[in-house]
């Protein structure tokens, strides 16, 4: 249309330059758009007074367009007569958007001008319905598109084949090959072909990974992302937590995958690895890919024509595990010691002394309720009312206890978890660590030493012969548990000789490998039907029955030992007796702990 500075002079114009999909954030889609643009500024005649860009930004998504809304403003309140653009389409994809805009033109008497398409004219009723009709033909050709994306992936879930997107942690840019693999028979590390064989009798596939040279299957390489990926869900399984897995990871240089970040402006910086968090280092494991299996909007709707990463029955383990509601990771200080939230405080105390100075004996009696808390009564009146101590509290503020006992068994003391502080000095007024219960000052016990005596007594029950049959029940039919766990001991027995006879120039390296990976996969297999016999998982791949397990415990991570201890038994810590034992002399560096004072009651039968 004919259009005429507000105020005489050349026109003042806005170039817009927009692209949907730049994930590589290389800003050449936009570049040309610009230079197209002030080409035609110039036959025009006008004056550039800005250049918008949003990179990367879908108009028909119906996200927010910063820069766009931009331009808005810019024409409303005259800072500029007129925008350019290569095409309608870079400015609207949906036609309520672009009737507003036509709108404001009409209104203003703006410039509107594309290289593809020429300038709008809305003087006459053709040229405005055109410029209408241009706008809902845009919208349909969106929406087509969409169609076609949503019918594509559509035939991809049927299929199970990789529907696209940024390149997933442990496989390939292609979505579909596990990064890394190698040949167990010609030692090949690239070249591998994804090998999908259908079985018409039952509607199923298999999917492999087979050496491009030779033909063998492809194994999973030691120290790849496939494989660390694989070693955290097992880790997982055994009772790490995600943020053991994350220091981890992060001591040996396992990183995110390289992810380009996008900039207020719209443009992506270079790509940039970091270490792993607890939340997405979650997403990843708790993907159904790993075990090669697709989903749709949270649902399994069956396998996918890509490799696992690990078993079916591993990631559905981990998985169950990762959702239990009580697992949190929450921000705070991490976990320094076994008992810290486990141990529980076994003081009973038998007299309290509340705020107005008068004194609480306990009775005896206990309430007739499940809790069955212990009763109290005032000193003055030991006959007449008694209280629960939460009564007492109601009553009359905030309690002191006056001296404590250990509770009876059967009986409901404190009951509250231990903490530890570094509050208090011990020999040669030096800080010492010690669990305290976290309600008052009930019980006191040295952490290392504590924890030493809990550790013993876990290890000391895990290697008797009868361990596998209590925590691993044999089925009615099939190989028995024990038999199962004598074949896994041997297999770690096998493993580290063949360290050994490397050592020892006994076989070469490539033997060495070899050997080890067949073991490993062997004791996986082991492991894996444990797991599914087990009543309390955690305990399955532990070496049980064997004095394996004393060596093995060392090189447990904290997480580890606090999950198998969990699993294990309840720990009371009760109060000590007065004094310290015959023939200890302060001062000389000497230590004592009275086992008698610590109650562990067994969660599994025996």
């Given at each position: 249309?004919?259009?005429?500075?507000?105020s005489g002079g050349?026109?003042?114009?806005v170039i817009?330059c927009?692209?949907?999909?730049?994930r590589?954030?290389?800003?050449?889609?936009?570049r040309r758009?610009?230079r197209?643009?002030?080409?035609l500024?110039?036959?025009?005649?006008?004056?550039?007074?800005?250049?918008?860009?949003e990179?990367?930004?879908?108009?028909?998504?119906?996200?927010?367009?910063?820069?766009?809304?931009?331009m808005?403003?810019?024409?409303?309140?005259g800072e500029?007569?007129?925008?350019l653009?290569?095409?309608?389409?870079r400015?609207q994809r949906?036609?309520?958007e672009?009737?507003?805009?036509?709108d404001?033109?009409e209104?203003?008497?703006?410039?509107?001008?594309?290289?593809?398409?020429?300038?709008?004219?809305l003087?006459t009723?053709d040229g405005?319905?055109?410029?209408?009709?241009k706008?809902?033909?845009?919208?349909h050709?969106?929406?087509e598109?969409a169609?076609?994306?949503?019918d594509a992936?559509?035939?991809n879930?049927?299929?199970g084949t990789y529907r696209g997107?940024?390149?997933?942690?442990?496989?390939?840019?292609?979505?579909?090959?596990?990064r890394s693999?190698?040949?167990?028979q010609?030692s090949?590390?690239?070249g591998?072909?994804?090998?999908?064989?259908?079985?018409d009798a039952?509607?199923?596939?298999t999917?492999?990974a087979?050496?491009g040279?030779?033909?063998t299957?492809a194994e999973?390489?030691?120290?790849?992302?496939?494989?660390?990926?694989?070693?955290a869900?097992d880790?997982?399984?055994?009772?790490d937590s995600?943020?053991a897995?994350c220091?981890e990871?992060?001591?040996?240089?396992?990183?995110?995958?390289?992810r380009?970040k996008?900039?207020?402006d719209?443009s992506?910086t270079?790509?940039?690895a970091?270490?792993?968090q607890?939340?997405?280092l979650?997403?990843?494991?708790?993907?159904?890919?790993n075990a090669?299996?697709?989903?749709h909007?949270?649902?399994i709707?069956g396998?996918?024509?890509?490799?696992?990463l690990t078993?079916?029955e591993?990631?559905?383990?981990?998985?169950?595990?990762?959702?239990?509601p009580?697992?949190r990771?929450?921000?705070?200080n991490?976990?320094?010691w076994?008992g810290?939230?486990l141990?529980?405080?076994?003081?009973?105390?038998?007299?309290y002394?509340a705020?107005d100075?008068?004194e609480y004996?306990h009775?005896?009696?206990y309430?007739?309720?499940d809790?069955a808390w212990p009763?109290?009564?005032?000193?003055?009146a030991?006959?007449g009312q008694q209280?629960?101590?939460r009564?007492?509290?109601d009553?009359f503020?905030?309690?002191?206890?006056?001296?404590?006992e250990?509770?009876?068994?059967?009986?409901?003391g404190?009951?509250?978890?231990?903490?530890?502080?570094t509050?208090?000095?011990?020999?040669?007024?030096?800080h010492?660590i010690a669990y305290?219960?976290?309600?008052a000052?009930?019980?006191?016990?040295?952490?290392?030493?504590?924890?030493?005596?809990v550790e013993?007594?876990?290890?000391?029950?895990l290697s008797?012969?009868?361990?596998?049959?209590?925590?691993v029940?044999?089925?009615?039919k099939g190989?028995?548990t024990?038999?199962?766990a004598?074949r896994?001991?041997?297999l770690?027995?096998k493993l580290?000789?063949y360290?050994?006879?490397?050592?020892?120039?006994?076989i070469?390296?490539?033997?060495?490998?070899?050997?080890t990976?067949?073991?490993?996969?062997k004791?996986?297999e082991i492991e894996?039907?444990m797991?599914r016999?087990?009543t309390?998982p955690?305990?399955?791949?532990l070496?049980?029955?064997?004095?394996?397990?004393r060596?093995?415990w060392?090189?447990?991570?904290l997480?580890?030992k606090r999950?198998i201890?969990?699993a294990l038994m309840e720990?009371t810590?009760?109060?000590?007796?007065?004094?310290?034992p015959?023939?200890?002399?302060?001062?000389?560096?000497?230590?004592?702990?009275d086992?008698?004072?610590v109650?562990?009651?067994w969660k599994?039968?025996?």
């Amino acid at each position: 249309m004919k259009t005429e500075p507000a105020s005489g002079g050349r026109r003042r114009v806005v170039i817009y330059c927009r692209i949907s999909d730049d994930r590589e954030g290389r800003r050449y889609g936009v570049r040309r758009q610009e230079r197209d643009c002030r080409k035609l500024a110039a036959e025009l005649g006008v004056d550039v007074v800005e250049v918008l860009v949003e990179n990367d930004i879908s108009a028909y998504s119906g996200k927010p367009r910063p820069k766009y809304d931009r331009m808005l403003r810019m024409l409303r309140a005259g800072e500029a007569d007129g925008v350019l653009a290569l095409t309608s389409r870079r400015l609207q994809r949906r036609y309520r958007e672009a009737f507003d805009f036509l709108d404001l033109v009409e209104e203003k008497n703006l410039l509107v001008a594309t290289v593809k398409g020429g300038t709008y004219d809305l003087t006459t009723a053709d040229g405005r319905r055109e410029a209408r009709r241009k706008a809902v033909d845009d919208q349909h050709e969106a929406e087509e598109i969409a169609e076609r994306v949503k019918d594509a992936k559509k035939d991809n879930l049927r299929e199970g084949t990789y529907r696209g997107g940024p390149r997933p942690f442990g496989y390939e840019s292609d979505g579909i090959t596990p990064r890394s693999l190698k040949c167990p028979q010609c030692s090949a590390t690239e070249g591998f072909v994804i090998k999908r064989e259908d079985d018409d009798a039952t509607d199923d596939f298999t999917v492999t990974a087979v050496c491009g040279e030779c033909g063998t299957e492809a194994e999973i390489a030691e120290g790849s992302e496939a494989w660390y990926l694989g070693k955290a869900i097992d880790a997982i399984i055994a009772g790490d937590s995600l943020r053991a897995i994350c220091r981890e990871w992060a001591e040996k240089g396992v990183r995110t995958v390289p992810r380009r970040k996008r900039l207020e402006d719209g443009s992506r910086t270079e790509p940039v690895a970091r270490d792993w968090q607890a939340t997405e280092l979650r997403r990843t494991l708790l993907r159904p890919r790993n075990a090669g299996l697709i989903d749709h909007r949270g649902e399994i709707i069956g396998k996918a024509s890509w490799p696992p990463l690990t078993a079916e029955e591993k990631w559905r383990a981990a998985k169950s595990i990762l959702e239990q509601p009580e697992r949190r990771t929450t921000p705070g200080n991490a976990r320094k010691w076994v008992g810290s939230g486990l141990y529980r405080c076994g003081a009973l105390v038998t007299r309290y002394r509340a705020a107005d100075g008068r004194e609480y004996v306990h009775s005896g009696q206990y309430t007739d309720d499940d809790e069955a808390w212990p009763l109290y009564a005032a000193v003055e009146a030991p006959e007449g009312q008694q209280w629960a101590p939460r009564d007492l509290e109601d009553a009359f503020g905030k309690l002191k206890a006056v001296k404590v006992e250990p509770v009876p068994e059967d009986r409901r003391g404190c009951r509250d978890t231990m903490r530890c502080s570094t509050s208090g000095t011990g020999a040669n007024r030096k800080h010492v660590i010690a669990y305290r219960c976290r309600s008052a000052v009930h019980v006191t016990r040295t952490a290392e030493l504590l924890d030493e005596y809990v550790e013993a007594v876990a290890v000391e029950r895990l290697s008797r012969p009868d361990a596998v049959s209590l925590f691993v029940p044999s089925p009615e039919k099939g190989e028995s548990t024990e038999q199962l766990a004598i074949r896994a001991n041997t297999l770690r027995v096998k493993l580290d000789q063949y360290a050994a006879d490397y050592d020892d120039d006994l076989i070469t390296r490539k033997q060495m490998l070899d050997g080890t990976a067949r073991t490993r996969a062997k004791l996986a297999e082991i492991e894996a039907e444990m797991t599914r016999r087990a009543t309390v998982p955690v305990l399955a791949r532990l070496p049980l029955g064997t004095p394996e397990i004393r060596k093995a415990w060392k090189g447990y991570t904290l997480e580890r030992k606090r999950a198998i201890i969990d699993a294990l038994m309840e720990v009371t810590v009760l109060p000590s007796r007065r004094g310290r034992p015959k023939g200890f002399k302060p001062g000389t560096g000497q230590v004592y702990f009275d086992p008698s004072a610590v109650r562990i009651e067994w969660k599994q039968r025996g």
